[in-house]
């Protein structure tokens, strides 16, 4: 619908492990941004990429990650993984103005 | 404090009934204001953006009062769909723009 897909759309990790999660922005749209909504909170702000490069970053430690690739995809990369970082990891694309999210991918550390 | 509060509710709301949410933000740069709705698993949808003059979409109303950092949301007539959580958003720019959310605000609707 949003034109903004992540895959995989579930994912279980080992607590240590690393992980890649992808995402395709809306076509034309040059901003990312990904967020991370752990169960019964909103989504809070991990980073933000514009034309290839990290412009903007949330409270969040080194091992999370990320790249934009020139066609404005993005990748979130989270290496040690925690238990708590079980939550749903939310793609966002933007050109000026209204955010459009894609479905998100359900990480499980176990 | 969190930069956006919400009653994370539940509001548990017979249909045809009217329901208000309410929700602060801390920060007075924050530039615009947004609700967005978020289905169970699924991610957050653009619901509407809330202005200082109030705006409306057919049994939405939304308004923001500047001076007291509030932001409000109307359902009237409320229908079985209208069941979801609904985040009250604010949006920054520092640099970059940045969505902050509110935990959200879950609304049941009954028959």
New interface residues.
């Given amino acids: 619908e949003t034109g903004v897909t992540q895959s995989p759309t579930h994912l279980i990790k080992t607590r240590g492990q690393q992980v890649t999660l992808r995402c395709s922005s809306q076509s034309g749209h040059n901003t990312v941004s990904w967020y991370q909504q752990a169960l019964g909170q909103g989504p809070q702000f991990i980073f933000q990429y514009y034309r290839e490069e990290e412009n903007g970053r949330g409270n969040f430690p080194p091992r999370f990650s990320g790249l934009q690739f020139p066609n404005y995809s993005s990748e979130l990369n989270v290496n040690a993984l925690e238990l708590d970082d079980s939550a749903l990891y939310l793609c966002a694309s933007s050109l000026e103005t209204e955010a459009f999210f894609g479905q998100g991918t359900r990480l499980t550390v176990v | 404090r969190k930069e ?1 509060e919400q009653d ?1 509710g539940p509001f548990n709301v017979p249909e045809g009934a009217t329901v208000a949410f309410n929700c602060t933000y801390s920060n007075s740069a924050s530039q615009s204001f947004f609700w967005y709705r978020q289905d169970c ?6 619901l509407m953006s809330v202005y200082s003059s109030g705006n409306e979409d057919g049994r939405f109303t939304a308004q923001l009062n500047r001076a007291s950092q509030y932001i409000s949301l109307l359902i009237r007539d409320s229908k079985l769909s209208d069941s979801a959580t609904y ?1 009250c958003v604010v949006k920054r720019t520092t ?10 605000t879950r609304l049941l609707v009954s028959p």
Avoid: D
């Fill in positions: 956006v994370p698993r699924k991610e957050p949808k653009l985040l640099g970059f723009q940045k969505l902050v959310f509110g935990t959200g």
